[in-house]
């Protein structure tokens, strides 16, 4: 298994600004997964970071609104750009297992809960 | 394409009464299949999974589910709910080959009184 740590636990912020999410394993990883929950919903796939290239987006999400870094293979950020209300949501990270019995699962961080006013 | 259906948004239970989450998938490949668990401001915890063989697999804190494909069904069941399984339950399907990208239901919130 994975542990996965997440930087900021929650914020509240204004909206416009920018806010950055960091994400660390404990192990090296290829594959990252960004997704966003909004309130009492289900989640969705943000975004697929593989180190060393760009991000793959899933339809709906932009990289000007979401621009994600991976600059090695324990550690992504993602970036909640120009923030409005409707961008309150928990934003999780996960990563795909590699290895035994957990190949193919992945594994979540506890979440940034984030908050816009 | 994939998807994932779970009948029913709110589930109540009674302690100790049989616990039974549905959840319904659609896949034009060989499925791999998941239950998370998301306790109160937590993220998702595995529960367990079917990728091949036995189609009964058994989790985490006495959970089990059965992979039926003629049914493309993958249900949740616990045979005595304690209040501790209060929680938010996802059932999420991906691909078997290649590229992992996982596909949610919508959740199912469980709700279990004395």
């Known amino acids: 298994s994975a542990v996965i740590s997440q930087k900021p636990s929650r914020d509240i912020c204004q909206r416009g600004t920018s806010l950055t999410i960091q994400c660390q394993v404990d192990?090296?990883?290829?594959?990252m997964f960004w997704y966003r929950q909004q309130p009492g919903q289900s989640l969705t796939l943000i975004a697929t970071?593989?180190?060393?290239?760009?991000?793959?987006?899933e339809s709906g999400f932009v990289i000007d609104k979401f621009p994600i870094s991976r600059p090695n293979l324990t550690f992504s950020t993602l970036t909640v750009s120009n923030m409005s209300p409707e961008d309150s949501s928990i934003y999780l990270c996960?990563?795909?297992?590699?290895?035994?019995?957990?190949?193919?699962?992945?594994?979540f961080g506890p979440g940034t809960r984030l908050t816009v006013l | 394409a994939q998807s994932v259906t779970q009948l029913g948004s709110h589930v109540s239970v009674s302690e100790g009464a049989l616990v039974l989450l549905r959840c319904n998938y659609s896949?034009?490949?060989?499925?791999?299949l998941f239950w998370y668990v998301q306790y109160p401001n937590q993220g998702l915890q595995l529960l367990l999974k079917?990728?091949?063989?036995?189609?009964l697999v058994k989790g985490i804190n006495g959970f089990e589910a059965e992979f039926k494909k003629s049914e493309t069904s993958f249900h949740l069941t616990k045979p005595s709910a304690h209040m501790s399984d209060a929680a938010e339950y996802f059932c999420?399907?991906?691909?078997?080959?290649?590229?992992?990208?996982?596909?949610f239901g919508a959740g199912t919130r469980l709700a279990v009184h004395p």
């Open positions: 896949s034009s490949v060989p499925p791999y």
């Open positions: 079917y990728t091949t063989g036995a189609t």
């Open positions: 999420a399907v991906t691909g078997s080959g290649g590229y992992n990208k996982l596909i």
């Open positions: 996960s990563v795909e297992g590699t290895s035994g019995l957990s190949y193919n699962e992945q594994f």
């Open positions: 192990s090296q990883v290829t594959m």
């Open positions: 970071a593989n180190q060393g290239s760009e991000a793959t987006y």
